[in-house]
Nanobody
Framework: QVQLEESGGGLVHPGGSLRLSCTPPGYTFQINSMGWFRQAPGKEREFVASIHWSSANTHYTDAVKGRFTISRDNAKNTVFLQMDNLNADDTGVYYC?????????????????WGQGTQVTVSS
């Protein structure tokens, strides 16, 4: 199964930005859809954003529309999540996962193993 590695989290003030990255060591995801999820303290893991295997389209949860942008660089085997205008509700551990081969952005079904995630903390 696909194993993912996330990076780029940190502590940021409200209104700030972060860019998360995700790579799957030992696996080439160029024809998989990809997605980001997050888990806030005491809550279930939730969907955040996903991208079609060819970048043809993207899908976002309503809470992040207009603030977050998912993208991918297949040549670098990396998917990104640009997060702007962050607020306290965005605090949590962020995970990425692969979707099906030749998968679209929605519905998105994660098929890989969950990695360690990367912590995002938004606080003044």
């Amino acid at each position: 199964q696909v194993q993912l590695e996330e990076s780029g989290g940190g502590l940021v003030h409200p209104g700030g930005s972060l860019r998360l990255s995700c790579t799957p060591p030992g696996y080439t995801f160029q024809i998989n859809s990809m997605g980001w999820f997050r888990q806030a303290p005491g809550k279930e893991r939730e969907f955040v954003a996903s991208i079609h295997w060819s970048s043809a389209n993207t899908h976002y949860t309503d809470a992040v529309k207009g603030r977050f942008t998912i993208s991918r660089d297949n040549a670098k085997n990396t998917v990104f999540l640009q997060m702007d205008n962050l607020n306290a509700d965005d605090t949590g551990v962020y995970y990425c996962n692969a979707g099906p081969v030749y998968g679209g952005s929605w519905p998105f079904t994660p098929i890989g193993n969950w990695g360690q995630g990367t912590q995002v903390t938004v606080s003044s």
